[in-house]
């Protein structure tokens, strides 16, 4: 009577033995990628993976080895989110192998160990590493190592409305060479409120909409610090040019005196910021290359360069005409076996191929990391990129890579919303900023 | 009995506000992590010595690749192929690099073609700088720096560890930064403001509001208007704001009516502080309402009716019942009621999280909303855990503070004595 069981589980655990001796051959491998702010246009930013584990698997079988990816792609559309469970994954040893992030969280990972350097896993004279902008390199580099490969660039102009720039007196050879002007310093952040503000009293666009700038806090805001000749690092420290931050702050507080941007602008609905810019209802505003991809794929404004002129950031007084590039960086997770690691530095290194990263930078209107990247059709043909890599990028520059920067922007940023909403006055504000500075960060910060 | 009350109290009362307490005396954040750190020269480490120890400093601030003899000997040790160590004997001896790409090119470039795994491998033999390798212990960096020549006196010893530790250590500056920050300051009023206003106009006043004018009501009628006033309590928080939301946003119900009266549309819920604060205190104020109505209304309910009706023979009014028979009995659900929903108020912030965030620019930021900000959830991702921890720790005591006074205001001892009439 009991023979029969006992048989059945006997050749039940001798089938489930031999499979796992066949599986134990096979060598499989779990790689999981996660992405911060990743929207629907970001997708290829962790599917490019799929593609490169798939050459990689290739490259093994071609060995004599047998190779089995599994990628797991987790993409967060936000940053809070994004990093406050990348954070506390981490720190419960369950970080992914691969994670997409702003270049600036390499500071602060690195120092607390949750990031290994991509340099001690891949040859960085070896293609296609050795072809990306040497520049963008430096930026997810920190403390002269390299911690991670540039997964796109990007750069953040300044969008006209063209319609409503015609309609307060400019020619058409006018718009056309505001980009040059904006460059050369000719049209600065002042003629910027000046021309919202013709906008709303020729009753173009409502109170408030003259000038749209982004409805949250982001790297932009940096621009017009730099506008207004502030500097954010110098020698491994971080500056806080007062009067600069001043004459930013005093900016947005004379916006919204003149009526043309909202007090209550920052914390609105962000779909609902996309659908007005995307629709004329504001007149001038603010984005990254990356907002094309949006308000062409899912905003529906087909005819973009009919109805938008861009530039870089204007410059203020005393300072310089800008723009930010804000790169994502494929970042090697700490607390994985050296094998782990090592198959994730070889797929981040495939995935960096101009014609896959091209893929990314296409659909999401980034800009490509290696000049070869251009070459590509598929980027070559793209008006939009070519033109913004041309207009844009050689007027770069970039967040500083210190392991204090996320506090010295909380403050910089949690000042500039008081003293755009009057919650406290410009000079208050500044005061604030800077006793905060000098109690929280001491002797790291150069204050003057 | 005693044992397991005791236990529960003990891991989940005293267990969170210990380790609290634990954290807010640390610098804990994301840079420093939480299981502690590692001993690593980088170029911050460097500056910070630059003061007290230029010469140090300028030594260990170059990245250096040396092929000696000591790298070999390890390299043979590994026993990779036997060309590499041979080679590198004849034809590179003593160079030294300035980086390890130009020494790992030198490595690449061996007749037998190393992997890059191996190239990785080999440079590590050769790296004599201590800058950005990760000692695990103190001791194995001050070994390395008298390798490169650096013997340090114990006090020096102490100052180049403390410059270059990456964990976290004790200390009681977050509190300093508490008390000495305007914004810290400006979040406490904003504290006390929202709790106060929220406590007395809603919390108990408007709830016994309800509870009185439900007691005379007949009891059909008064179960429907206690039941309707539950919704915004047993409503799921996200779904009672996002109605909020609709309510007030540019193209919710607000704007759509002044609209009709040719206004323009406009996000009421953030247009200024004191709209803010108006719909932050509604949203918390209809949940709290709720609460004390129910408390209200089972002791005004547990009245003996002989007491209403003997007033009404004497001819009492409605308002002397309320003053004379309703208020002096239900001062203990009073006590209650302020006790817990000022608790409860000092600590939750899930109803502003999702309706303001804290905005328009920090206009509705309350204490705890900040400590979450500052602990757990920024744009910037900088995590500071101490901090974070800290402002959690000052809301303890203010909870702790105000209950004392609480139970001093409404003579705790007298509710809980014997009633005279039983001596």
Redesign the interface.
């Known amino acids: 009577m009991t023979v029969l069981p006992i048989l059945k589980s006997a050749t039940l655990a001798a089938v489930l033995f031999a499979s796992t001796a066949v599986f134990a051959a096979a060598k499989d491998v779990t790689i999981s990628v996660w992405s911060g702010g990743s929207g629907p246009n970001d997708n290829y930013r962790t599917d490019a993976f799929d593609i490169a584990a798939d050459i990689l698997e290739r490259e093994a079988a071609i060995r004599g080895e047998q190779l089995n990816i599994i990628v797991q792609k987790t993409p967060y559309s936000g ?3 994004f ?2 469970a ?2 506390l994954a981490a ?1 419960a040893k369950k970080a992914p192998n691969i994670v997409a992030t702003g270049h ?2 390499i ?3 690195a ?4 990031i290994v ?1 991509v ?8 293609w296609p590493i050795s072809d990306i902008y040497p520049n963008l390199m430096e930026i997810t580099s920190f ?3 390299v911690y991670g490969i540039p997964q796109d660039a990007e750069s953040r102009p300044f969008f006209f409305w063209k319609p409503y720039m015609k309609a307060i007196g400019y020619s058409d050879a006018d718009i056309e060479a505001l980009p040059a002007k904006v460059a050369k310093g000719e049209y600065t952040l002042k003629n910027v409120l000046e021309d919202a503000k013709k906008m709303q009293d020729k009753g173009l666009v ?2 408030g909409y003259g000038f749209y700038p982004r409805n ?3 790297p932009d805001y940096w621009q017009f610090y730099t506008s207004f000749g502030g500097v954010m690092e110098e020698e ?2 971080l500056v806080f040019d007062k009067a600069a931050m001043k004459r930013t702050y005093q900016y947005f507080a004379d916006l919204v005196k003149a009526g043309v941007t ?3 602008h ?4 962000g779909d ?1 910021w996309w659908k007005e810019v995307a629709t004329g209802k504001a007149g001038i505003w603010h984005g990254g290359t990356w907002h094309y991809a949006r308000l062409v794929n899912q905003e529906g404004l087909k005819d973009f360069f009919n109805n938008v002129q861009f530039t870089l950031t204007p410059a203020g007084e005393g300072g310089k005409s800008n723009t930010l590039t804000h790169p994502l960086a494929y970042l090697l997770m700490a607390g994985h076996t050296d094998e782990e690691t ?1 198959i994730a530095a070889d797929l981040i290194k495939i995935a960096s191929e101009p014609r896959i990263n091209a893929l990314h930078a296409i659909k999401s209107a980034h800009l490509g990391i290696s000049p070869s990247e251009t070459k590509v059709d598929l980027y070559a043909a793209d008006r939009w990129a070519s033109e913004a890599t041309e207009r844009l990028l050689p007027h770069a520059n970039a967040m500083p890579n ?6 010295y ?2 403050i910089m ?2 000042n500039l ?2 003293s ?4 406290k006055t410009v000079d ?1 504000a500044v005061n ?1 900023a800077e ?2 500075l000098k ?2 960060l001491g ?2 910060i150069i204050i003057r | 009995m005693i044992a397991p009350a005791a236990v529960m109290i003990f891991l989940f009362f005293l267990m969170p506000v210990v380790l609290t307490a634990i954290f807010a005396m640390t610098n804990m954040s994301t840079a420093t992590g939480i299981s502690g750190g590692v001993w690593q020269v980088t170029q911050g480490a460097v500056n910070r010595l630059k003061a007290d120890m230029p010469e140090l400093a300028s030594g260990i601030a170059e990245p250096r690749f040396v092929i000696d003899e000591e790298g070999l000997a390890a390299l043979e040790a590994l026993k990779l192929k036997a060309g590499f160590t041979a080679e590198l004997r004849t034809s590179h001896m003593g160079e030294v690099f300035p980086s390890r790409r130009e020494a790992e090119r030198v490595i690449k470039a061996l007749k037998d073609r190393p992997s890059t795994r191996e190239v990785k491998q080999i440079s590590d033999l050769f790296n004599r700088s201590v800058l950005n390798t990760r000692f695990e212990t103190r001791d194995e960096l001050m070994a390395s720096l008298k390798r490169l020549g650096f013997t340090l006196t114990p006090a020096e010893q102490e100052t180049v560890a403390k410059a270059t530790y990456t964990g976290w250590v004790w200390t009681t500056e977050n509190f300093r930064i508490i008390a000495n920050s305007p914004d810290m300051a400006q979040i406490f009023l904003n504290t006390a403001f929202y709790v106060s206003v929220t406590l007395l106009v809603f919390n108990v006043s408007y709830a016994l509001f309800l509870a009185i004018t439900t007691h005379y009501m007949p009891a059909s009628t008064a179960s429907i208007f206690r039941a309707i006033w539950l919704l915004p309590r047993i409503t799921p928080v996200v779904i009672y704001v996002l109605m909020w939301k609709w309510l007030t946003w540019d193209s919710g119900f607000i704007s759509m009516f002044m609209g009709q009266f040719g206004y323009p549309p406009k996000n009421y819920l953030l247009d200024s502080a004191y709209n803010a604060w108006f719909f932050v205190i509604l949203i918390n104020g209809f949940i709290g309402a709720s609460m004390g109505m129910l408390v209200f209304s089972s002791a005004i309910k547990a009245i003996p009716q002989a007491h209403f009706h003997a007033s009404e023979v004497d001819g009492a009014s409605r308002w002397q019942q309320v003053r004379h028979i309703i208020l002096p009995q239900l001062r203990w659900p009073i006590l209650f009621v302020t006790c817990y929903q000022t608790l409860s108020l000092l600590a939750s912030f899930n109803e502003i999280l999702l309706s303001t965030r804290g905005g328009p620019g920090k206009a509705t930021e309350v204490w705890s909303l900040a400590a979450y900000h500052t602990a757990l959830q920024n744009y910037t991702g900088n995590l500071e855990y101490g901090l974070g921890a800290a402002m959690a720790l000052v809301l303890v005591v203010v909870g702790i503070v105000l209950s004392l006074i609480y139970l001093r205001i409404f003579r705790y001892d007298t509710l809980i004595s014997k009633p005279l009439i039983e001596d």
């Open positions: 940053w809070e989110d990093k406050q990348l954070t720190e600036e969280d500071g602060p990972w120092q607390a160990g949750l350097p340099e001690n896993f891949i040859d960085l004279d070896s403390n002269g190592t409502h109170a949250s806090n982001g491994g420290k909202k007090k209550n920052i914390g609105m609905p609902q090592r210190n392991a204090d920067f996320g506090k922007w909380t940023w949690k919303e008081a755009w909403t009057g919650a208050a604030d006793t905060e109690s929280t002797a790291a």
